[in-house]
């Protein structure tokens, strides 16, 4: 098993050489449609926040500069840790054309902007999937071995189809359906600019080049440059005000936004949440079809939840 451990955050530069590489169509993926994913897990002691790179990520994003992190953020920080795992060790799939499908992040309590926390990324749950196979990186952040937020990742690696898990293609895709919401929700219409994948790749360090300009998303078959789907997300959370202190949000991620667009926040009032049954559901639609970008939910955590994190 590999465990690494890092006295901060690794810059993107170090491995740059390999991340590109990994990025560029050239060769064969002849690693793809392995059955195990590498036993490693990278750790970063004693993270402190830049408070210079929190403050810009808070403004493209939308969140308010209220002394706490935005429940995004750690998300975005540990994608460096990933980038590194998928490079350095015996990752079965080429980078290039990996799909973030789905994102979970789970915070038990307020994280102040100038605490010091542990930080550590591992690979699980490698599975088949009708396109291929899906697999997570688990993300956890502690404080004095109390675990204050967990975030999961999921990733599609495309390839031949399983054949324990045939597709039918007599039956309908699901059609998600706009909701409805009071005056109480949010709706609204916004411009998403042509920029926005540069500049979130300065904030993010994502500079995935599907990202960042028509020219180079089209040399990996799209039209146009893409949002990144983790900025689509906290954009919403940042637009929906404030959140519970303890809360989970799950979100899908449906179709790639081509940059610009016109796109449409639906979300139903995070008040409403009473307890761990309850949800607020939110999305994300394109203003010219309707159709969604991304589906997600917020919940409530429960205080057993909440106890075992303190337990942990």
């Known amino acids: 098993m590999s465990d690494k ?90 980078m290039l054309g990996l799909v973030h499908v789905n994102n979970s992040v789970t915070q038990y309590r307020p994280i102040g902007e100038r605490e010091t926390v542990d930080m550590s990324v591992s690979f699980d749950n490698l599975r088949d999937h009708a396109q291929g196979q899906q697999f997570d990186f688990v993300t956890t952040i502690k404080s004095q071995e109390n675990i204050l937020w967990e975030g999961t990742s999921t990733y599609l690696a495309r390839g031949k189809k399983p054949d324990s898990n045939p597709v039918d293609k007599s039956k309908p895709r699901p059609v998600t359906v706009k909701p409805m919401v009071d005056e109480k929700g949010v709706n609204m219409v916004f411009e998403v600019p042509e920029d926005i994948g540069r500049r979130y790749a300065f904030v993010s360090g994502d500079f995935n080049l599907i990202h960042l300009h028509p020219l180079s998303a089209r040399a990996f078959g799209f039209p146009k440059a893409i949002a990144h789907g983790m900025w689509s997300k906290a954009k919403c959370l940042g637009m929906m005000g404030v959140l519970p202190d303890a809360c989970t949000i799950d979100v899908a991620f449906k179709l790639p936004i081509f940059l610009p667009s016109e796109v449409e926040l639906i979300a139903e009032p995070v008040s409403k949440l009473e307890d761990a049954d309850d949800k607020c559901v939110f999305g994300l639609y394109s203003a010219k079809n309707d159709k969604p970008h991304l589906i997600g939910a917020v919940r409530l955590v429960s205080e057993v939840d909440k106890s075992n994190s303190d337990e942990t």
């Not at 955050?9 to 169509?25: C, E, Q």
């Not at 993270?47 to 308010?64: E, S, T, W």
């Not at 209220?66 to 953020?73: E, Q």
């Open 5 to 94: 451990h890092y006295d901060a955050l690794p810059k993107a530069h170090t491995t740059y050489a390999n991340i590109i590489k990994s990025l560029l169509p050239i060769g064969d993926n002849s690693k793809a449609g392995k059955d195990t994913l590498p036993q490693a897990t990278y750790h970063v002691d004693n993270l402190h926040i830049d408070q210079g790179n929190l403050n810009d990520y808070r403004k493209i994003c939308g969140f308010a500069d209220n002394g706490k992190i935005p429940i995004t953020y750690f998300a975005v920080l540990s994608q460096v840790l990933q980038m590194n795992m998928m490079v350095k060790e015996a990752f079965p799939f080429a």
